[in-house]
């Protein structure tokens, strides 16, 4: 059984960075899509960022983030991270570690995803 922690959430001050992780535990993280996904309070989850399968390194951002946000994956940790820069006020919610076996290349419907962590949060003061 595939579980998800996530952990690095916290305060950060507007144009600050952060970096948040999420270890995986079960077996063959390197085939399993990972991704990010946020949510802001008193709306619907978004998608952030995605990473492919292997070592592809094919990665997807929402708009949003593009430019300022990055994840990476660590195989042999079986971690995925995602680091955050130049972090805007409209960046706080909790972050969800998302992971699935069978897509291909990846998705960002919260739908596609079958696991999620329990969330960290990200608080940015303006």
């Known amino acids: 059984q595939v579980r998800l922690v996530e952990s690095g959430g916290g305060l950060v001050q507007a144009g600050g960075s952060l970096r948040v992780s999420c270890a995986f535990s079960?077996?063959?993280?390197?085939?399993?899509?990972m991704a990010w996904f946020r949510q802001a309070s008193g709306k619907e989850r978004e998608f952030v960022a995605a990473m492919s399968r292997w070592s592809s390194g094919n990665t997807y951002y929402a708009d949003s983030v593009k430019g300022r946000f990055t994840i990476s994956r660590d195989n042999a940790k079986n971690t995925v991270y995602l680091e955050m820069n130049s972090l805007r006020h409209e960046d706080t919610a909790v972050y969800y570690c998302a992971a699935d076996f069978t897509l291909g290349p990846y998705s960002d419907s919260r739908y596609e995803y079958d696991y999620w962590g329990q969330g960290t949060q990200v608080t940015v003061s303006s």
């Open positions: 079960g077996r063959s993280f390197d085939r399993y899509v």
